[in-house]
């Protein structure tokens, strides 16, 4: 079975809100970095937000700045609340999980990622 799994996606209107949602199937306690990405087809994937234990604080893109928070929403989940949905935020949002060895360790590089759910699409319409 799939490691990570999304829900939560849909379509809502510009301004509306919603939650994604990632379980990590695999692990029994809190893994040591969970992220979303998103990524519109013929692009590259783009980083999203990332929270780890030991950040105090999460990582966000510039674009989704006091709009998007990323949270823990249980011992092996992760949440993404996205409020004032924009048409430019419509993509497929994936959850990814821990850093992967010999990875760059960067918060906003997919490549530093060793787990990735299947992800859930959004759609933003005017």
């Known amino acids: 079975q799939e490691l990570l799994v999304e829900s939560g996606g849909g379509s809502v209107q510009t301004g509306g809100s919603l939650t994604l949602s990632c379980v990590a199937s695999?692990?029994?306690?809190?893994?040591?970095?969970m992220a979303w990405f998103r990524q519109v087809q013929g692009k590259e994937r783009e980083a999203v937000a990332t929270?780890?234990?030991?950040?105090?604080?999460g990582h966000y893109a510039d674009s989704v700045k006091g709009r998007f928070t990323i949270y823990l929403s249980s011992a092996n989940a992760v949440s993404l609340q996205m409020n004032s949905l924009r048409p430019e935020d419509t993509a497929m949002y994936y959850c990814?999980?821990?850093?992967?060895?010999?990875?760059?360790?960067?918060?906003?590089?997919?490549?530093?990622?060793?787990?990735w759910g299947q992800g859930t699409q959004v759609t933003v319409s005017s």
């Open positions: 929270l780890c234990t030991g950040g105090g604080r």
């Open positions: 695999k692990y029994t306690y809190n893994p040591g970095c």
């Open positions: 990814a999980a821990d850093f992967r060895l010999g990875g760059s360790g960067r918060w906003d590089d997919p490549s530093a990622f060793r787990d």
